[in-house]
């Protein structure tokens, strides 16, 4: 991480909107479902699968949610309307998981019944560590009904190889990430060397258990790592997929897929681009400088 990257994050609110607007169309697929949608068509034809994702989170009043899960739904029957490859994310907080966590699992539960029915899949996000436990909770509580339901864990928090095991009666089907959120010491580990470690011993770990795996990452190192793992476990290319976000690293990612390995997109859109914008930028400063420079050129 430079310098450069450091102060293009931290001075982000401070740059007009449209310059922001800029730099976040690399990797925001415009405010509209259609404008997604197009995204997910031309990446599905150059062999890439997709993940969807509103933009949204902690929101603050009912109304929010049920505005959310209505666009949920109907980005659900676009999806198999279209007859596009994709899935959806969501974060628990956009309905309602901090204002009542079972109303909240009421409302993930009807959504994830439509997507069965569509025969599609919902990937539950993970978010920061205040919403660890409950995020786990409503997870587990669905996927005792529903096999269309995954989760997405961190690996740079302290408790997650706890987590995972856990988790193994379930064999979930999961996102395994970095983790971006800005955590105390106490709860999240400061140095990326451990972090690496502990991304490899996870994935190994799920992938022994037999869970599918979305390997999460922009960092070679650990996509070769992935690689060794998946050598030595000796896995079909149906046991896991590489996922990465739109707009970042696309020469590696282009890498991975003509390896013949799967690589999921994913996909944030919405009206809520800004505010997302700022605070995904100053979480990466290194993504962030990778997207400002990378627009100048």
Excluded at 14 to 33: L, Q, S, W
Excluded at 201 to 209: D, G, I, P, T, V
Aim: aromatic share 8%.
């Amino acid at each position: 991480m430079t310098l450069l990257d450091r102060v293009i994050a931290r001075t982000l609110p401070a740059v007009p909107k449209t310059v922001v607007r800029r730099v976040a169309n690399r990797y925001i697929a415009g405010e509209t479902t259609d404008e997604a949608l197009r995204v997910v068509a031309d990446l599905n034809a150059r062999g890439f699968r997709a993940t969807l994702d509103i933009l949204g989170e902690h929101i603050s009043r009912w109304d929010q949610a049920n505005r959310a899960i209505e666009n949920y739904l109907n980005l659900l029957e676009e999806i198999a309307r279209r007859k596009v490859d994709s899935t959806i994310s969501i974060k628990l907080t956009q309905l309602g998981l901090k204002l009542d966590p079972q109303a909240c699992l009421e409302m993930t539960r009807r959504l994830i019944r439509r997507a069965a029915e569509l025969n599609n899949f919902v990937r539950v996000d993970m978010e920061d560590s205040s919403c660890t436990t409950a995020t786990l909770r409503v997870y587990r509580e669905l996927r005792r009904e529903f096999s269309n339901v995954g989760v997405v864990v961190q690996a740079y928090l302290r408790r997650t190889l706890d987590d995972v095991c856990a988790l193994e009666d379930l064999r979930p089907n999961y996102r395994l990430c970095k983790g971006v959120y800005v955590e105390p010491r106490e709860i999240a580990y400061p140095d990326m060397r451990v972090i690496n470690r502990n991304y490899a011993l996870l994935l190994e770990k799920m992938l022994r258990n037999g869970s599918y795996v979305g390997i999460a990452t922009h960092d070679e190192f650990m996509v070769w790592e992935a690689y060794r793992i998946i050598r030595e476990l000796k896995l079909p290319a149906t046991a896991y997929e590489f996922q990465m976000l739109l707009g970042v690293e696309e020469t590696l990612r282009d890498i991975i897929l003509a390896a013949g390995h799967a690589v999921r997109i994913y996909i944030p859109f919405g009206r809520d681009w800004y505010a997302y914008s700022v605070r995904r930028l100053r979480e990466n400063p290194r993504l962030a400088g990778y997207v400002f420079k990378a627009m100048f050129k």
